[in-house]
């Protein structure tokens, strides 16, 4: 069946890839004679940018979706110059981004914005009933409950992208639920794998950026070399999967060649492989549950030297216990969490703070937020609006002082 899709956030790491991931699966079905193929087609029917608008335009004059949305409106102007005399109908602000993960003409929505900005749209296309191929992890982390709520409410299919959620997804279809032992999330360790405090301290932005696997945005990136990704992920798997966090453990992986496995209670381990390239989660995602022939490259055991996994440093990486101890607690924590993340992670990609000051920053949120248990989605807000301001306020009296 003809797939019509629309991309939030198209422009980033995530959003191109996802281009690419049609572009491969729309020139291997040309190939193919069968008229069925033809029908299997992967139209894009719509994008989203934020600010880089000389990007979507140009993605808007190759595709050429029937509508896009523009999230800066201070770049609506621009774009429509960018674009004009193309069909193309264009929507502004959070507002026309919601109305793009509704459009009636859409069936999959691939949820590719950072941090919880996503949240509303990624929330707007589960209560539509869409496919949502969600690799968006922050809107997971906070309000996950609520979501995987609305999807089995609404008959949303909530896809991971996300590799490790992907690969979680894949090995899970080997048994049932109950059957489950303990979920094995995976990491390639970061650029600190193996660092000291020292190294910790003293970390340059251009060694936090220089990720040894994945190429991808520079929230992400960062919060790779600070382990919040993986804490943030032990929250995402907790929603995703309604695991509790006890049976969820880390692992390090250099190789970044399994990409999480399952293991069953008659202590079978079942890991999803693959080269180490996020079109391969993108594209199960969008053919799900088929699979069909797409962009990522062939793995080749044969030229692997090893695969090797090591239990991660908790002291060198205190972010990976603060997920945990966020999964168990729940509620406000979550939102006080991904947002003080992000406010930090914010201040330091503008320099105003050292590396290390990311995750002190996320754990003096934590111990001073007034957190709720079970907390509603304004209440969860409310709680990022909170930890964003106290990041900021507590620079600033570190500044005085
Ligand atoms: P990115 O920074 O490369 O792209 C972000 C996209 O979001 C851009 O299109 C940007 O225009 C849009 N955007 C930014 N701020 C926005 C706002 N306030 N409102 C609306 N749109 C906004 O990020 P990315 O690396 O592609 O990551 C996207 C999401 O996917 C993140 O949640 C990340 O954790 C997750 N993820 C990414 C990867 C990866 O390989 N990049 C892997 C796994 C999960
Ligand atoms: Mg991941």
């Given at each position: 069946m003809?797939?019509?899709i ?10 191109t890839?996802t281009l690419?991931?049609i572009?491969g699966l729309?020139s291997?079905?040309?190939g193919?004679e ?6 299997d ?5 719509a994008l989203s940018?934020?600010?880089?608008i ?7 004059r ?5 509508f896009a949305?523009?999230?800066d409106?201070d ?14 109908e264009?929507?502004a ?8 993960a509704?459009l ?8 590719a ?5 996503g949240l509303s749209?990624?929330?707007?296309a589960?209560?539509?009933g869409k496919?949502?191929a969600?690799?968006n ?8 409950k ?12 909530l ?5 490790e959620?992907?690969?979680?997804f894949?090995?899970?279809q080997?048994?049932?639920r109950?059957e ?12 600190f794998?193996?660092a ?5 301290e ?11 696997v994945?190429?991808?945005g520079?929230?992400i990136?960062?919060?790779s070399?600070?382990m919040m990704n ?7 798997a ?10 969820i ?8 060649i ?9 202590g079978?381990?079942?890991a999803?492989m693959?080269s ?9 995602a969008l053919?799900y549950p088929?699979r069909?022939?797409?962009c990522a490259k062939q793995?080749?055991l044969?030229?692997l ?15 990976i ?6 999964a ?5 924590a979550?939102a006080?969490?991904n ?10 990609l ?6 290390a ?10 111990d001073?937020c007034?957190c709720?248990?079970d ?6 807000l409310?709680?990022?609006a909170w930890?964003?301001k106290e990041v900021?306020?507590?620079?600033k009296?570190?500044q005085k002082?």
């Amino acid at each position: 069946m003809r797939k019509r899709i629309a991309i939030l956030g198209s422009t980033g790491s995530i959003g191109t890839n996802t281009l690419r991931v049609i572009d491969g699966l729309n020139s291997s079905l040309n190939g193919n004679e069968q008229p069925s193929a033809q029908a299997d087609k992967f139209e894009v029917v719509a994008l989203s940018g934020h600010s880089n608008i000389k990007l979507l335009a140009e993605q808007v004059r190759r595709y050429r979706p029937r509508f896009a949305a523009v999230t800066d409106s201070d770049y609506l102007e621009q774009f429509r110059r960018l674009t004009e005399g193309l069909d193309v109908e264009v929507f502004a602000g959070e507002e026309g981004l919601t109305k793009v993960a509704e459009l009636d003409d859409v069936d999959t929505v691939v949820a590719a914005i950072v941090g919880v900005a996503g949240l509303s749209s990624a929330l707007a296309a589960v209560r539509r009933g869409k496919r949502v191929a969600i690799a968006n992890k922050e809107p997971l982390v906070v309000a996950g409950k609520m979501i995987t709520a609305e999807a089995k409410k609404y008959g949303a299919e909530l896809l991971p992208v996300d590799s490790e959620h992907s690969a979680i997804f894949q090995a899970l279809q080997a048994g049932r639920r109950q059957e489950v032992a303990k979920i094995l999330l995976t990491t390639s360790g970061g650029p600190f794998r193996g660092a000291t405090i020292e190294d910790i301290e003293n970390a340059t932005i251009e060694q936090v950026m220089a990720h040894p696997v994945w190429k991808m945005g520079p929230k992400i990136t960062v919060d790779s070399a600070t382990m919040m990704n993986k804490a943030l992920e032990i929250i995402e798997a907790h929603w995703l999967f309604d695991i509790g966090q006890e049976k969820i453990e880390v692992l390090v992986h250099p190789e970044s060649i399994v990409h999480s496995l399952v293991e069953f209670v008659d202590g079978s381990v079942i890991a999803q492989m693959g080269s180490p390239d996020m079109t391969l989660a993108i594209q199960y995602a969008l053919t799900y549950p088929r699979r069909l022939k797409g962009c990522a490259k062939q793995l080749q055991l044969d030229r692997l030297k090893a695969l090797t996994f090591e239990k991660p440093n908790t002291e060198i990486f205190p972010a990976i216990e603060m997920g945990f101890e966020v999964a168990r607690t729940g509620g406000t924590a979550a939102a006080v969490f991904n947002a003080a993340n992000e406010a930090a992670v914010e201040q330091f990609l503008a320099g105003r703070i050292k590396f290390a000051n990311i995750v002190e920053l996320v754990r003096h949120c934590l111990d001073r937020c007034d957190c709720k248990s079970d907390a509603t989605l304004p209440e969860m807000l409310e709680a990022d609006a909170w930890a964003k301001k106290e990041v900021l306020e507590c620079l600033k009296s570190r500044q005085k002082s």
